[in-house]
């Protein structure tokens, strides 16, 4: 036991003596700050990341050499003043320093008082016996005790579709293809932003999600998803599962590279990404004597997925509940007609041409709800209007004929002006509309095959896109 400790002292000894050569004769230099910060906790910031929130006075671990003094100066940088000047006494052999990560040295530790926010360098002088400056460093270092500064949360772009992002209570859903983002704007910090943490908060006061914003520093801004965008009408995926009947809050945390802290006052709101509760009931059946249907004697028959029906187009009945419909609730579903109502119910009649779809919209967004639907037609029932292609007409671009079109932004701003379909001849009128903006775009007379009308739409430069719905009804 007796040489290992021996061993011990002239390891430590060694490994001094090594460090006074090294340092003997280099510059005296700042290796870190310690420190309690703002909030109670204690620091050890190396001099390489010269970030300091200190509560009050702080230290700076100095290195230098055996038998030499050290000059310490502060000097604020707007106006170039000493703020704070010391000379250190000599170092000895017993002016051994242990920094945080266990690395020990010959020097001093200083402490200095507190110094107002700011951005400062400290200049380190090495001195010999004579008081003579033998070399000179000097570090910069910013004291910040503030967390970031910044905007409310906010949308860069009003989403459309009755949505409501301003006030104490937003409304909130899927929109359509277009990404919606939430944003924090003119993030400010004197030591430099670190990073942004988004929560939802549920009503019990626990948290559903978070998630770590993007920032952009050129806009300073940091952002996070609300939907998926990209084509995709979907909610991201650590925004709620809801029906906009429960209210949450968006709640942000702005971290500095100090270590500070800054939250951003809640922004409430209600999410509709869920298309809630509908059910496909009932079909029209005009040789019905009896009705499913509440209040309606005859003519509807219960809808199973495979059944024949006689008649073309198909009238399917909807059983909704009445704080699932629009009218009644703006998170609510909306499309076809009412056609009666009980204390409980609304039910919703849709026609619809066998084997084309159509859109069952949810609160706050373009479609949501599943349309689907399985019939097949009798023999003696009308065949379906059904489109071979389509061509349109855009201002910029002429004609191009169906499919997918990617536009650039020379081509904008611009207009859509016409659109011709093409069909399978049937022995009944065929109307042809645009189901987005509602009007009949044109008709296909019995026997013929296409018609052309107009389809005004345009599109200026921007973020954003919207889909149409271009649909043959007879």
């Known amino acids: 036991m007796r040489f290992s400790l021996f061993l011990n002292h002239f390891a430590l000894a060694l490994s001094l003596s090594i460090a006074t050569s090294m340092f003997s004769n280099a510059q005296a230099r700042v290796y870190e700050y310690t420190f309690t910060d703002i909030n109670g906790a204690q620091k050890s910031v190396p001099e390489s990341a010269p970030y300091l929130n200190p509560h009050g006075n702080f230290n700076a671990l100095l290195i230098g050499g055996l038998d030499q003094q050290i000059r310490l100066t502060v000097t604020r940088d707007a106006d170039n003043s000493a703020v704070y000047s010391t000379t250190t006494s000599i170092i000895s052999v017993d002016d051994r320093i242990s920094s945080a990560n266990g690395n020990m040295f010959y020097g001093k530790t200083v402490t ?5 926010d700011g951005r400062y360098t400290i200049k380190s002088e090495i001195l ?3 008081s003579t400056v033998v070399s000179t460093t000097s570090h910069p270092f910013i004291i910040d005790t503030v967390g970031p500064t910044s905007d409310n949360f906010s949308v860069p772009w009003i989403p459309g579709y009755n949505m409501v992002v301003t006030g104490p209570r937003w409304e909130l859903g899927q929109g359509q293809e277009s990404a919606i983002n939430l944003a924090i704007k003119n993030i400010n910090d004197l030591s430099g932003f670190d990073k942004a943490i988004v929560q939802i908060i549920k009503p ?3 948290i559903q999600s978070s998630y770590t914003m993007a920032y952009d520093d050129g806009s300073r801004a940091a952002t996070a998803p609300i939907t998926k965008g990209g084509g995709a009408i979907a909610k991201a995926t650590w925004m709620p599962v809801s029906d906009a009947d429960v209210e949450f809050r968006f709640r942000a945390f702005l971290y500095d590279k100090a270590g500070n802290v800054t939250q951003v006052p809640d922004q409430k709101f209600v999410f509709d990404s869920s298309a809630g509760e ?8 005009p040789n019905s004597s009896t009705s499913v249907v509440p209040g309606i004697s005859s003519g509807y028959i219960k809808y199973s997925a495979g059944m024949t029906v006689n008649t073309n187009p198909v009238t399917l009945v909807y059983k909704i ?7 009644y609730n703006k998170a609510g579903l909306s499309f076809g007609s009412l ?3 009980d204390n409980s119910y609304v039910y919703i009649k849709q026609s619809t041409p066998v084997g084309t779809s159509f859109t069952i919209h949810n609160g706050y967004q373009y479609g949501g709800g599943n349309a689907s639907y399985n019939v097949k037609l009798s023999s003696i029932a009308p065949k379906s209007p059904s489109i071979k292609s389509y061509s349109a007409n855009f201002s910029t671009i002429g004609d191009f004929s169906a499919g ?8 904008f701003p611009g207009e859509y002006q016409s659109i011709t379909v093409f069909v399978d001849p049937r022995d009944y009128v065929q109307s042809f509309y645009n189901l987005t903006q509602g009007y009949e775009v044109c008709t296909i007379e019995p026997g013929e095959s296409s018609c052309t009308g107009p389809f005004s739409y345009a ?5 954003g896109y919207i889909a149409h719905d271009l649909l043959p009804v007879d």
């Open 112 to 116: 200095i008082p507190p110094i107002s």
């Open 128 to 130: 010999d016996s004579k």
């Open 204 to 206: 019990d006061g626990s």
């Open 278 to 285: 509908y059910e496909l009931f009932a079909v029209a059946d």
């Open 321 to 327: 509940p009445k704080h699932n419909y629009r009218a």
């Open 339 to 341: 056609l009666t109502e």
């Open 404 to 411: 997918t079109m990617k536009f650039t932004n020379i081509d």
């Open 459 to 463: 599109i200026n430069k921007g973020n």
